[in-house]
């Protein structure tokens, strides 16, 4: 186990998907209240995002601020688009997300409805919290594809020029040429970081988190691998939940959700930053 370090490095352990389903926002709320979590990111076209939800979320900062919040840019399916007109769609609803992997790359996505799309998800958020987001980031990180990330990045700097942006590309230290997702969101995150820098934009400098969440998984022995080298503000993505009917209905990876959230309550999550000379960062 790693040696003790006298000065912790300070990370963001953000959870994804707030709004996606009840247990999935009682959990990400249990966890910040615990200080297991420093950041959450809300799906605004999510079906679980009210004024309750909201509000419940919001309550965590009052007074001592507990989490960064951000938008979780939601570009696929099973979600429909909040803006009018926008294309493409299947029975009304976002692509799969391969497809609009596949669309941003051939340049068969509109970038004008893109932009009034990410706009409306921006503002809806700032509308429902009373503020702008603290950063921003995308589900099956849509937010690094192709067109997608030009249109992103300007809405971005015209509306929330303040906020960070999630780019995923991992710390040298965390590197394992056999993890093709990783080697993925490392090649879709250079173009992000070259754009973001040129408007700007701040970003986090290193990312972590991404597994196979289909597979039977011991998450005790896999969440000690994303701090390895793991720089000062470097962002580790988690998605913890408690399973309830609404999950079910929305989401096929239920169980991993259950682990994540049974690891990061554990009193085994709090000795494996330590020992790794890791402390959550305090949001300003």
């Not at 809405?155 to 965390?174: H, L, T």
């Not at 080697?183 to 754009?195: F, I, T």
Request: aromatic fraction near 8%.
């Amino acid at each position: 186990m790693p040696a003790v370090h006298n000065a912790p490095r300070h990370i963001w352990l953000c959870a994804d998907d707030y709004g996606l389903a009840p247990g999935v926002n009682a959990a990400i709320r249990e966890l910040i209240l615990r200080g297991r979590l420093n950041a959450t990111s809300v799906m605004m076209p999510a079906p679980h995002i009210n004024a309750e939800e909201v509000d419940a979320l919001e309550a965590l900062n009052a007074g001592e601020k507990r989490a960064a919040l951000g938008l979780h840019l939601t570009l696929t399916e099973p979600f429909q688009p909040m803006s009018a007109d926008f294309a493409p769609l299947r029975a009304g609803r976002f692509l799969p997300h391969q497809e609009m992997l596949r669309a941003g790359m051939t340049r068969r996505l509109n970038p004008e409805r893109l932009a009034i799309e990410i706009a409306t998800q921006l503002r809806a958020f700032a509308g429902a919290f009373g503020h702008l987001p603290d950063f921003l980031d995308g589900h099956h990180h849509v937010h690094l594809f192709p067109q997608v990330r030009d249109a992103f990045l300007k809405v971005v700097a015209e509306i929330a020029p303040n906020a960070w942006v999630r780019q995923c590309g991992r710390a040298r230290a965390g590197w394992r040429l056999r993890d093709r997702k990783g080697l993925v969101l490392d090649v879709l995150s250079l173009g992000l970081r070259r754009k973001a820098r040129r408007l700007g934009i701040a970003v986090n400098p290193a990312f972590a988190g991404a597994y196979d969440f289909g597979r039977e998984s011991d998450f005790a022995k896999i969440f000690p691998r994303f701090l390895a080298g793991l720089p000062e503000g470097g962002v580790v993505m988690c998605h913890p939940g408690f399973v309830d009917a609404a999950l079910e209905q929305l989401d096929s990876l239920t169980a991993p959700r259950a682990r994540e959230y049974a690891y990061f309550n554990s009193e085994e999550f709090p000795k494996i930053l330590a020992a790794h000379g890791v402390a959550l960062a305090r949001p300003a």
